[in-house]
């Protein structure tokens, strides 16, 4: 059985990621006193009283707006409470009840789910104010008054919240799930991908650079395997990173590659390698991370003789590093060659977490030297004794040698690639340290 599902919902700057950050214990959710800034689902695992439950934080409701965001917003609070078990309905008890409180109040009274009224910036210990019984008027119980800045009564609004689970499971993770972290510089269609594999408006599409500001979870589970996608915030130069939103949205976007075991590279077909991709997969290069390059909008593309592999050759010598890489051309607007994703993720997965016998491992090596003899220096020559491998994601191998000043970066490449050679690496880089052995 999953775990139960608790979504907190309410209007823009009542302090919903506050809280949120408080259950979650960490900082998850951006928090600045701007109205919309939470724009998308975030999900992070809570547990009270020895239950292990999820908690949603949603962008601000607004039951009336013109504004795109705002609406999609709205839209994105509405999917939450329909996976919701529980629904934590945050107010302002500084603001009094507001008509939009009174309209979202209505909302979530068509849910007929179970809702935990919270009066949130009580912020003196004691009786709560004599404003908060305002909020009986909203037709949802008693409300619990809390400060989610100071941390005042939070543990009131978690039995609130345990006593309406009904028959809780906890549900163990499997091991088997593939994280896939969806990468790329702005506008190239990450959100777009993730909600034509989801099948559902999962996270926010819109033409407006920058929209997903917070990385978003989506569990997804088809004949191939069991996956999370990470729908990242678009990963922008450094000089057009002005305000600090902006940049902590980087900070998060890098922090999702670092949980991922997949990292799928979006470019934009009709620009081709930009300096900022580069940078991008540098980033998921040098965590060690599988690597599939996909290049999207390739509807948009004007086809001839050769023109695929034309494009590939070029995408190659731009990120000469990713060499290993393998390359996909899709539409996700189309839906076309997105279901080739899903074998290919898995392939990925399974080279970024293979281990090679030791016994074959130095057969190869033995190979190698036999063919390339190690390279001399001043009378004194290259010996290689044996490799192992250390560690998996990514495969990482020590080979001991007599001299590490004689090993060139070009013969521990030579030994590198082949390797590759021998064993399927594709789409996962390895890391080739160099140690000393004394001889006897």
């Known amino acids: 059985m999953p775990k139960k599902v ?33 724009r998308d689902r975030i999900y992070a695992d809570c547990e009270w009283r020895g239950t292990s439950f999820q908690i949603i934080d949603t962008g601000g409701i607004e039951p009336v707006s013109d504004d795109i965001i705002l609406k999609q917003m709205r839209r994105q609070a509405e999917l939450a409470m329909d996976i919701a078990d529980v ?30 009224l919270v009066c949130n910036k009580c912020d003196r210990v004691g009786e709560p104010p004599p404003e908060i019984y305002e909020f009986y008027s909203l037709g949802l119980g008693e409300p619990y008054a809390i400060s989610a800045g100071k941390k005042l009564g939070i543990g009131e609004v978690l039995d609130a919240i345990y006593d309406n689970f009904d028959n809780i499971e906890t549900e163990i993770e499997d091991e088997d799930t593939i994280k896939v972290a969806i990468i790329g510089k702005p506008n190239v269609g990450k959100s777009s991908l993730v909600n034509k594999i989801l099948n559902e408006e999962r996270v926010i599409v819109s033409d407006i650079a920058g929209t997903t500001r917070d990385a978003i979870d989506s569990h997804f589970k088809n004949k191939y395997g069991d996956y999370i996608f990470i729908d990242t915030a678009g990963i922008r130069r450094k000089n057009k990173v002005y305000d600090k939103l902006e940049k902590y949205s980087v900070i998060k976007a890098k922090a999702a590659i670092e949980r991922a075991n997949i990292c799928l590279l979006l470019i934009d077909a009709t620009e081709g390698v930009t ?166």
């Open 87 to 116: 629904i934590v309905f945050l107010t302002d008890v500084k603001a009094g009840v507001t008509q939009s409180d009174e309209e979202v109040a209505q909302i979530l009274r068509r849910t007929k789910k179970p809702v935990v």
């Open 275 to 440: 300096e900022q991709d580069e940078k991008i997969a540098g980033i998921a290069h040098e965590a060690g991370k599988g690597i599939i390059i996909v290049i999207n909008k390739w509807d948009l593309v004007e086809k001839e003789t050769h023109t695929l592999e034309n494009y590939k050759k070029r995408v190659y010598e731009k990120l000469a590093y990713l060499s290993y890489a393998p390359i996909l051309f899709i539409s996700a607007y189309t839906g076309q060659r997105v279901n080739k994703l899903y074998e290919l993720i898995n392939e990925v997965d399974k080279n970024n977490r293979f281990r090679v016998p030791t016994g074959l491992l130095n057969d190869m090596l033995s190979e190698a030297i036999a063919i390339t003899q190690p390279p001399s220096d001043k009378g004194k020559r290259l010996k290689v004794y044996y490799m192992t491998q250390v560690s998996i994601r990514p495969p990482t191998f020590v080979v001991f040698v007599n001299s590490k000043e004689l090993m060139h970066f070009s013969y521990l490449r030579y030994i590198e690639n082949h390797l590759r050679k021998q064993f399927n690496f594709r789409g996962t880089p390895t890391h080739m340290i160099v140690r000393e052995r004394k001889e006897k």
């Open 6 to 38: 608790v979504a907190i919902v309410g209007r823009p700057n009542v302090g919903k990621s506050t809280l949120f950050n408080v259950l979650a214990g960490e900082k998850i959710a951006i928090i600045k006193d701007t109205p919309g800034v939470t």
